[in-house]
């Protein structure tokens, strides 16, 4: 791969997968102009959460579980504070990604978490929707703790699709 920057000269380089998702980027940006898109991707992104969920609560150490709870404990602290808690709610999914050590599911959720941002800001706009988040979020957690894969796939699908929802609702709402 041929890395360009402003900084200096183009760098040939090895493929990462950090840098392959970065160059679908600009393919996702234009995605993202049309409600078509968007739906696309954050369906996507539902299915894409759901299955790295299931993979955690399969793979997750005792290690991956206690910065889970972590992560999850910081993600309670921030209800009330929007921003906080939007930036620990993507923490919360991005230490998900984590678990496992797959550098591409966690260079994919970065990508994927940056390109749906919106999604974020306005669903979490609709009243009621931190502390329905945070709800699914302990269900999250408790399966992958319990490794139960299925039932962390269940709870990740339904978050996603009511993130999906809420969404929408916003969108009519916030416009």
Known sequence: MVEISSTGRPVVTSPSASNVVEQLSSAARFLLSSEEGKHSLQDARRLFEAAITRNAAEFATEDDIASLKIALDENYKASGNTVEFERTDVNFHLSIAKIGNNSVFTALHT?????????????????????????????????????????????????????????????????
Do not use: C
């Open 111 to 175: 990508a994927i978490a940056e390109w749906l941002s919106i999604q974020r800001t306005v669903s979490l706009r609709v009243p009621g929707a931190e502390k329905k988040a945070y709800s699914y979020h302990e269900k999250i957690y408790q399966a992958i703790a319990d490794r139960n894969p299925e039932a962390a796939w269940k709870a990740m699908n339904e978050h996603l699709t009511d993130v999906m929802k809420m969404f929408k609702k916003g969108q009519s709402t916030y416009g």
